[in-house]
């Protein structure tokens, strides 16, 4: 069991806060909170979602900005024993796009939380991380009077496309990304001696991708979006912040608990945190000016990574979302989706009591309810949600005994758009100039 969370590390305590694949986070504006199916967008979120729609954006500057607020409950229940529970709230997971698009062309660019983005805090640790404890203390088991384990996740990404539309049918764009991971990890052990263990560290690292996207309009009633993402791999480097062991006596016992921390989770590791490559494939269908449908599909091709080739097969998201006017020309516009989301995780692999016990192997359904305000021609403001629910696995074989393993997380999503006419500004700025120079030279 040592070796085994050793090797998924932070990766499998924190995984996507919200929805998505293992690592990879989708829930990257509040219009996405409002549908959960955005792969066919035309807006400023297709930065991330469609970046090739964003040449038949109309021409000007698209600036928006989001944020979500995120809780995650997990569980891990002993059978006929203790229940291990963290219960985390995440108040900040910003997004940001600006989109400039003229003629045929459009630039985009954006800043998200690309994985992680959330936190665990277990008060009572994990059972394998508890029972491994015991081990180490062996006869002063019996001493263990707390042991905690807290973990956090975040991988900050920038997104850059450029996009083309070849005809009024098709357009096509290509991009890259870049991104820096940070995961941090605490634990601690105290004992009713007085001794007390504690142990901190962190894994970095950075990596980039590679995006490519196809938008095809073949009727205007249907929109289809399709993105590749390739992304290199990534190596995160351990390093220690924080190792003591305050000793009472002859026991020691907290330097031995220490020692079996250390073993678990090793100084100077590495630790592979590789976003899965990915193919999003989406369509909108305008069933009237009132009426919209959205069907979503993402593969996550979780087998060409280092920790997935033995842990995972491939995973998917598959859902269904819409959107409506209220009333006839009402400036609010509702909307509501779900998707399953099947994360891969092989029942009978090496690792899979990490991958249970954790909850990152978890498949699960994904609701989604919001309205898109229509403030003025140039802005407009989203509030959504969404809930997740995981289901629930018992995992067998296990010392201690069989494991329930329970999840589910909330979001709460708040997103506005503005568009900027530069032709329009710019004429009126000009105006402006000729009026000035008039009144300029009437005064002479």
């Known amino acids: ?35 959960g199916n955005r792969n066919a967008s035309i807006a400023a979120d297709s930065t991330f979602y469609n970046p090739a729609g964003t040449a038949f954006l109309a021409d000007g500057l698209h600036l928006y900005v989001s944020n979500q607020v995120a809780g995650q409950t997990r569980t891990a229940k ?49 059972p394998s991380m508890y ?4 081990l180490a203390a062996g006869a002063h088991s019996t001493a263990i009077e707390d042991i905690s384990l807290k973990s956090s996740s975040a991988y900050l990404g920038g997104v850059a496309n450029f996009a083309y539309a070849i005809n009024d049918m098709f357009a096509a764009s290509v991009g890259g990304t870049y991104y820096y991971a940070k995961n941090t990890t605490n634990g601690s052990v105290s004992f009713n001696n007085g001794e007390k263990t504690a142990a901190d560290f962190e894994e ?30 990534m190596a995160l480097k351990r390093n220690y912040t924080k190792e003591e062991a305050t000793v009472h006596g002859n026991t020691a016992i907290s330097g031995i608990t220490l020692n079996a921390f250390k073993d678990k989770y090793t ?25 919209s ?32 006017q209220c009333m006839f020309h009402a400036p609010l516009r509702m909307g ?14 090496p690792d899979h009591v ?14 989604n309810l919001g309205g898109r305000y229509t403030v003025s021609d140039a802005l407009e403001a989203t509030l959504a949600g969404s809930y997740t629910m995981y289901n629930t696995t018992d995992i067998d074989g296990t010392d201690p005994a069989t494991i329930t393993v329970s999840k589910s997380n909330w979001a709460v999503a708040l997103g506005v758009g503005y568009k900027m006419d530069l032709g329009s500004a710019n004429a009126a700025a000009a105006d402006m100039m000729d009026k000035a120079e008039t009144e300029a030279n009437e005064e002479k």
């Open 293 to 324: 449908i959205q069907p979503n599909f993402t593969y996550y091709v979780n087998t060409l990574t280092q920790w997935g080739k033995k842990n995972y097969h491939d995973g998917y998201d598959a859902g269904l979302g819409a959107d409506w």
């Open 354 to 367: 990490a991958v249970e016990e954790t909850a990152s192997g978890l498949d699960s359904w994904t609701f």
């Open 131 to 134: 029972n491994d404890i015991a």
């Open 1 to 35: 069991m040592k070796k085994i969370i050793a090797t998924l590390s932070v990766i499998a305590l924190t995984g996507s806060l919200v929805a998505g694949g293992v690592q990879q986070n989708t829930n990257q504006s509040a219009e996405w909170a409002q549908t």
């Open 204 to 233: 970095t690292g950075s990596s980039y991708g590679v995006i490519l996207g196809l938008d095809v309009k073949p009727t205007n009633k249907i929109n289809v979006g399709l993105r590749y993402q390739w992304n290199d791999v």
């Open 336 to 349: 509501a989706g779900f998707f399953y989301t099947k994360n891969g995780a092989m029942n009978d692999a």
């Open 78 to 126: 002993v059978k006929d024993g203790k229940t291990y529970k963290s219960d985390v709230i995440s108040p900040l997971i910003p997004n940001a796009y600006g989109v400039y698009k003229t003629g045929a062309m459009a630039i985009s660019a954006g800043f998200l939380v690309v994985g992680g983005g959330g936190s665990v805090d277990f008060a009572d640790a994990l």
């Open 267 to 291: 100084d100077g590791a590495t630790v592979y945190a590789t976003l899965p490559q990915m193919i999003a494939l989406g369509a909108e269908y305008k069933v009237s000016d009132k009426l």
